[in-house]
């Protein structure tokens, strides 16, 4: 393998990052793509084969949060939502309450509603940020690591 970085090694480098925005485009873009690329190139240089697991992991990493998120948010729609007792009455919530005759409340499940919303774009600002910085570091020729990622593939 080579160790002099190229404008063709950046080029792929910065494009195995910005391939995580297929996500949009194409369900599970944002793995299907960049793992074809990085096994296309990653035996030209370890510049690339570092950026592609980088992504890889970082992608596999989100997934992983947005997932144990998703579990965890479960009972709070099941109780809340389904759970006949007014619990936000005192914080003075019943401007957004909605009555069923069966006494089924939507306020609770508003607010976690709400809040379940906040954290999604959380991931979504955290994804673009990071996605494009590291995209950015990958231009520059310098190798980067994402934060808060967990190392599945090594």
Same mark, same amino acid.
């Given at each position: 393998?080579?160790?002099?970085?190229?404008?063709? /090694?950046?080029?792929?480098?910065?494009?195995? /990052?910005?391939?995580?925005?297929?996500?949009?485009?194409?369900?599970?873009?944002? *793995?299907?793509?960049?793992?074809?690329? !990085?096994?296309?190139?990653?035996?030209?240089?370890?510049?690339?084969?570092?950026?592609?697991?980088?992504?890889?992991? %970082?992608?596999?990493?989100?997934?992983?949060?947005?997932?144990?998120?998703?579990?965890?948010?479960?009972?709070? %729609?099941?109780? %809340?939502?389904?759970?006949? /007792?007014?619990? !936000?009455?005192?914080?003075? *919530?019943?401007?957004?309450?909605? /009555? !069923?005759?069966?006494?089924?409340?939507?306020?609770?499940?508003?607010?976690?509603?709400?809040?379940?919303?906040?954290?999604?774009?959380? *991931?979504?600002?955290?994804?673009?940020?990071?996605?494009?910085?590291?995209?950015?570091?990958?231009?520059?020729?310098?190798?980067?690591?994402?934060?808060?990622?967990?190392?599945?593939?090594?």
């Amino acid at each position: 393998m080579e160790s002099i970085i190229t404008k063709h /090694h950046k080029n792929v480098a910065t494009v195995l /990052h910005a391939s995580a925005f297929s996500s949009y485009f194409i369900p599970f873009g944002n *793995f299907i793509v960049p793992f074809i690329l !990085w096994n296309v190139y990653k035996k030209e240089t370890e510049f690339i084969d570092l950026h592609g697991k980088e992504v890889l992991n %970082f992608q596999l990493s989100l997934f992983c949060y947005k997932f144990a998120a998703m579990i965890l948010t479960v009972p709070f %729609f099941v109780f %809340f939502g389904l759970k006949n /007792h007014h619990v !936000w009455d005192t914080i003075h *919530f019943n401007s957004i309450s909605i /009555h !069923w005759n069966d006494g089924f409340s939507f306020y609770n499940l508003t607010l976690v509603s709400i809040i379940v919303c906040i954290v999604q774009l959380l *991931f979504f600002a955290i994804n673009i940020t990071y996605t494009i910085v590291a995209a950015m570091k990958a231009n520059e020729g310098e190798k980067y690591r994402y934060p808060l990622t967990i190392r599945f593939i090594k």
